[in-house]
């Protein structure tokens, strides 16, 4: 699948979340990170770095056309990756964190 070319903007790199997801990995998939870039956070709490951006060109094929697509910061993607990498040592389990891995996951997030 093709990916759009990062974004920048106000000097920082930003990428669509399918992207990031393929980034992250097998940890997370690219609806899950929807669901956090909408709320802002992950469910541990960790803050993302999130831009909603005006979509311009809108591919000739789509079956739905959005006005505005969310896009996730290159450092945030990263954090996820490592985070999630070091605390969920399955990427295969189901995405329902335990209040252990919660934990787990908040305390990575604040020696990050």
Known sequence: MSHFEPFQIDNKTYLTLRHAADIIGGYVSH?????WAKRGHTPWNLDLDIKV????NHDPH??????????ISEASTL???RVLSQCRQNPNRPMKFTNDELAMLRAASLCS
């Open 62 to 71: 789509a079956l739905a056309r959005r006005d505005k697509r969310i896009v």
């Open 79 to 81: 954090l996820l990756k």
């Open 31 to 35: 609806v899950t990170l929807g669901t």
């Open 53 to 56: 951006q005006p979509i311009v």
